[in-house]
């Protein structure tokens, strides 16, 4: 699996558009009405690589397996969710389980779509969302914050860190800032996530533009890329109507659909990447005569917890690990050529993974 990315925003701005396009379904009924979308959809797609094909061939694959996205198509928030407004918080419990968020903004003018705010405005559309997003955290953490205190005074020193993270984040949230925000040191890392605070999760702002637009963005674009650099956020601009009619096309006639658009991938692409870059995520593959597969692993990753992305056993037994960079397996044509320019490396339990890399674990039964 690569990541589950949760996508929210207000109604009427493209979302379930955008998911129907991106995974190709019609599972999402996309309607000119709010919160058409009345049970979250799950959607996955495989994450285009195209280092999987060439790796495939040289290898004599019989089967290609990419790793794959989840999108979870969140019903439209609007103005008091966080208190039960529109299809309220039976929805907020759903953002707390994707890896990040992908928050899609309208960012185009039309008016047969209505706008449930009576206005075109991404970046007050934003403000909307996270201040519900922030009030759920906020309440989510009053409620459970006496009863860990009482547990902290016998002296628990995991409830004791998550009190005292609680707390931070109560502060930042009650002057209206994301739990993100929170400072924290790498070994606090774990409890903070424990604490599933909606608004700690990444997020990237997906720019739903008009067509013309869809190549360079629009004003509107610019600001929400103004604001996410401000943020230290992720800005990913997509034409919804475009994605749709991508979608509804034969593989064979995307290439020149995309030419004709002013484009040089499908949004989907741009936005896997923007995901993985705000996720800190990275690929390797494994390649044999059987299949060729990509595995998503977090930068950082060494290598007996790589392998235990594949099986447990992996891990466990982990001896060593047998190295090709991809460049390298791709240049001397496999693994044989590899292994005769010097270029196969056995790797240990310290080693750290790289992007592209072609492995094969040795492990003990």
Request: aromatic fraction near 6%; glycine fraction near 8%; hydrophobic fraction near 45%.
């Amino acid at each position: 699996m690569g990541f589950k990315c949760g996508i929210v925003g207000m109604p009427n701005v493209g979302k379930s558009t955008l998911f129907n396009a991106l995974t190709q379904t019609a599972a999402a009924q996309a309607a000119n009405y709010p919160f058409c979308t009345i049970e979250p959809n799950l959607g996955e797609v495989a994450v285009p690589d195209p280092r999987l094909e060439a790796l495939a061939k040289i290898a004599g694959s019989a089967e290609i397996i990419p790793t794959r996205l989840t999108f979870v198509d969140i019903a439209g928030l609007v103005r008091g969710a966080s208190k039960g407004e529109g299809l309220g918080n039976q929805f907020l419990a759903h953002i707390r389980e994707v890896d990040a968020i992908a928050h899609v903004l309208r960012c185009f003018e039309d008016s047969d779509i209505t706008h449930v705010e009576g206005k075109i405005d991404p970046i007050a559309d934003a403000a909307t969302v996270e201040t519900e997003l922030m009030l759920a955290d906020l309440e989510s953490l009053e409620k459970r914050v006496d009863g860990l205190q009482k547990k902290a005074k016998g002296g628990d020193k995991e409830s004791l860190l998550a009190v005292d993270l609680m707390k931070r984040a109560i502060a930042l949230l009650s002057e209206g800032k994301p739990a993100r925000l929170v400072q924290r040191k790498d070994e606090e890392e774990s409890a903070f996530r424990a604490l599933g605070l909606i608004t700690a999760k990444p997020v990237m702002y997906v720019c739903n533009v008009e067509e013309s637009a869809a190549a360079a963005g629009n004003a509107y674009s610019k600001k929400v890329e103004e604001k996410a650099k401000a943020e230290g956020a992720v800005t990913v601009v997509i034409s919804a109507k475009i994605e749709s009619e991508i979608a509804m096309l034969p593989p064979e006639d995307r290439a020149e659909f995309l030419k004709e658009a002013g484009l040089k991938e499908p949004g989907l692409d741009r936005l896997i990447r923007a995901g993985y870059e705000l996720l800190h995520l990275v690929t390797y593959f494994t390649a044999g005569p059987k299949e060729t597969r990509a595995w998503t692993i977090t930068k950082g990753t060494r290598a007996p917890q790589a392998a235990g992305v594949i099986h447990s056993d992996f891990e466990k037994g982990f001896i060593r690990a047998e190295t090709i960079a991809y460049p390298d397996y791709v240049a001397l044509k496999g693994e044989a050529g590899a292994r005769e320019a010097g270029k196969l490396r056995l790797e240990g339990k310290d080693y750290v993974v790289a992007d592209g890399d072609v492995l094969h674990f040795r492990f003990a039964n």
